[in-house]
């Protein structure tokens, strides 16, 4: 199944711990209350997705459930993201019961990441917000 291989190829996914560190450390935040993300320019032609869940998000099968659905959501929507980025998707608590296409309705916004520089514009256009912590550090 040709779509199923597309996840599985190794260079769209974050995989090494030193990976998703260089994502968190150098990286731009943005959030809503359903979903904090951290993305990094990658200097590549392709995005690199990872997904992180800690245990205090639900049992095994509740975190596996719900980067299934998130990685689903990143396969249908991949041209509407900007070319070049690794993204770490971290979901809340908030996301934990609602159906997919409530989760699904986020991601589309996803695309004004590459509008690094315009907070205002990102602000109106996503409705999600840079933390605090990125504003002190630029």
Do not use: C
Not at 68 to 73: A, D, N
Not at 85 to 103: G, H, Q
Not at 126 to 134: F, I, K, M, N, V
């Amino acid at each position: 199944d040709g779509d199923r291989k597309w996840w599985m190829d190794r260079q769209i996914r974050l995989r090494s711990n030193e990976d998703f560190i260089k994502v968190y450390r150098s990286g731009k935040p943005a959030q809503n209350r359903d979903f904090k993300m951290i993305f990094r320019r990658n200097n590549k032609l392709h995005n690199r997705y990872g997904f992180s869940l800690s245990k205090k998000f639900g049992k095994a099968h509740e975190r596996n459930r719900m980067k299934r659905q998130l990685r689903e959501i990143v396969r249908l929507n991949q041209t509407n993201f900007p070319i070049g980025y690794d993204i770490v998707v971290i979901p809340r608590d908030a996301a934990k019961n609602k159906p997919y296409d409530e989760l699904e309705r986020f991601f589309p916004l996803l695309k004004a990441v590459g509008k690094e520089g315009q907070q205002s514009k990102y602000s109106e256009e996503t409705g999600l917000e840079r933390s605090a912590y990125a504003k002190q550090t630029r």
